[in-house]
């Protein structure tokens, strides 16, 4: 022992306290097996205790204090040893996991893609795409465990753009890209094979029925809603709502917040009778490859070559993406449609304005997200619910910042005014995106066949099998056979305008 | 809209969605490029904990993905005082100084005490057993040299887009960090950064 080192111990008087401690402690520890010292190791923690009551009282106050003021930084009580023949350990760093994987992902959703678009468009097999559909789950769901994935690439674009420090790896903007770019030239290939949630769903989908056409337009403003929310969500650094609220990943990860699994479970469970459910009325993602797949010119069809109108197709879709065939509108009711379009067209104004006015005095709420302002409204109201550990640790841990509570309370306005704008922002997309819907259901456009709808059609390849031109592309039915069919059996009932 | 001859409108619509489609792939290509050449995108980024921030609430222990959690404590050995009556190994009264599970503070005996010579002791972590509850961190920052501290173990981590201890953390200690200085260490010197 250097008492040199000890003497300096004891200059303080938490040392002293410190130093009591250890003589105490080396006297119990010789003695600590025979029985007949248990009495003395009593007396010893009576001294100690009365040492940490009348010597140290003072210190630990202040001890005390400083657990609270200062929990974690280095206060140096002991000074370390100056071992001559100890080597100090290294503390392990272990490495974080090749970025090899990184690669051999963006590898393999490439040649995912290709794969689909050419099974989907090309080749036209149902069971081709599945068994894709069942690799991609494999290997992006349950190897790679979900991360990363396009849906969630989102929000980081979201934030590179408006915040000037954050940068996105490389391979999340590859993610984020190739499924938009195939989207844009073959339609939605992403969803049919790639996208492990939508493979987990497509695989659940085994007695989906069809939704009523007003259920099916109102469920699909959600994912436009969402998407606005995650990208003002990410956009503003405060969460990335997506991978929070993603139902699957827990599956893919066999572990998560219960929760979750129980949200990931119904889904499945619900998308037994409805098919996709996440895809169809939650993902913000795939609502933006449908109006992408609206543009592309290489898109999925249901017959290879021309449509009869045969209408054995027309149920055969459970996403609801096979819409029939429209026919023009008689002329006496084009003044109406005309009319009616202008009416939707008109009130787009009006609806953008409301969600303006509603997303602005709605933003105090959505800051509540924000621990920054959550935690000035702890720090501002001086009396936190005990129960709510969450906010006595977060106010802890800012006292131990030493920060002042005025810097707090500029920074949480700061917050604030940064959430009036996304806010508006926000009610300005809502409001967008309800105007555009009206207009949407107000036109008609008209056509001749049973054609998947680009912006539903997720191209998974189930309607081919159900064609009688298909079917005698593959040879299973003859050209005559085709012949006998009744042709042009428009069903006037099925008009798709509901 | 609707137009009489249905023959002139193929043309006119296919015009108007190649020209949109064309927009499109411009706008995501515009989009893209700009994300892409921001500074610091050829890194990749995994979570750590800033050590300076963190309370050591136990919300790593409960939080992670992973059960036990991806988060693991650490020692500073420079830092480190070699206590006999180490404050994050021994509860604040101890039954003896001992290491028997009945006079240690960590629930699950995942720190190793070693004598190096009398009367200063090694303690190393054992991470199999380790479950980042956060109980020695906070002994010892109370009463010691604050040597133990929390760090994501990246053996372990998934590296989820969304860290679930980052959106449990009270402090705001879960950054990113680039993948090739992956650890927020702590050094005998506090960084001169204010919190």
Known sequence: ?498 | MNCDHSSQRIPRRELLREGVQLAAFFGVGGLVGFVAGKKGTAEQLVWQIDPYKCIACGNCATHCVLDPSAVKCVNSFPMCGYCDLCTGYFPPEPVALTTGAESQLCPTGAIIRKLVEEPYYEYTIDEELCISCGKCVIGCAAFGNASLYLQVRHDRCLNCHECSIAIACPSQAFVRVPASQPYLLKHKTKPSAPA
């Open chain 1, 1 to 498: 022992m250097r008492l040199g080192t000890i003497q300096e111990i004891e200059q303080t008087a938490t040392h002293a306290k410190g130093h009591a401690l250890r003589v105490i402690s080396m006297e119990n520890r010789e003695d600590i097996r025979s029985p007949q010292n248990k009495e003395r190791q009593a007396v010893g923690f009576v001294w100690l205790t009365w040492s940490f009551v009348t010597s140290a009282i003072g210190p630990i106050v202040v001890m005390l204090a400083l657990v609270h003021a200062c929990a974690v930084f280095a206060v140096e009580r002991f000074p370390p040893p100056d071992f001559t023949s100890h080597q100090l350990p290294e503390t392990p760093q272990p490495a974080p996991p090749s970025p090899l994987w990184e690669t051999l992902d963006t590898i393999f959703l490439f040649a995912a893609l290709l794969l689909a678009t050419y099974f989907a468009l090309a080749k036209r097999s149902r069971n081709a795409i599945f068994i894709l559909t069942g690799i991609s789950l494999f290997w992006l769901g349950f190897h790679r465990q979900g991360c990363v994935c396009p849906i969630g690439a989102i929000q980081d674009v979201a934030q590179a753009l408006c915040d000037p420090t954050h940068a996105v790896p490389w391979s999340i903007i590859v993610f984020f890209t190739l499924p938009l770019v195939f989207a844009l030239f073959f339609g939605r290939v992403f969803c049919a094979a790639v996208c492990p949630l939508g493979a987990i769903q497509e695989i659940a989908a085994i007695r989906a029925q069809k939704l009523p056409g007003w259920l099916e337009h109102t469920l699909g403003l959600f994912p436009w809603i969402y998407l606005g929310l995650a990208v003002v969500y990410a956009a503003t650094g405060t969460a990335y709502v997506i991978c929070e609220y993603d139902p699957f990943v827990a599956f893919f990860r066999r572990t998560g917040a219960t929760s979750m699994l129980i949200f990931g479970g119904a889904l499945l469970a619900i998308g037994i009778f409805v098919g996709r459910p996440y895809c169809r009325f939650i993902c913000p993602y795939g609502a933006i490859l449908g109006l992408f797949s609206k543009l592309a010119r290489w898109h999925v069809r249901i017959p290879p070559t021309e449509c009869i109108r045969c209408r054995l197709c027309e149920d055969a879709c459970p996403y609801g993406a096979i819409v029939a065939p429209v026919p023009p509108l008689p002329r006496s009711e084009r003044a109406r449609a005309r009319r009616r379009l202008l009416f939707a067209m008109a009130l787009l104004p009006v609806w953008v304005m409301l969600g303006a006015g509603l997303g602005y005095s709605l933003h105090p709420v959505m800051a509540q997200l924000d621990l920054q302002v959550r935690l000035a409204r702890w720090i501002h109201s001086a009396s936190i619910d005990p129960n709510n550990k969450f906010a006595v640790d977060a106010v802890t841990a800012f006292r131990n910042t030493g920060a002042t509570e005025a810097s707090l309370y500029d920074s949480a306005a700061e917050r604030l005014r940064t959430f009036a704008i996304a806010g508006v922002g926000l009610g300005l997309w809502v409001g967008l995106v309800f105007g555009l819907k009206w207009i949407q259901l107000a036109t008609r456009p008209s056509r001749q066949e049973y054609l998947p709808d680009p912006r539903r059609c997720v191209a998974c390849g189930r309607c081919f099998w159900y064609c009688p031109e298909e079917q005698v592309r593959r040879g299973w039915m003859s050209e005559a056979e085709v012949a006998q069919l009744p042709r042009d059996r428009m069903n006037p009932s099925s008009s798709p305008s509901a």
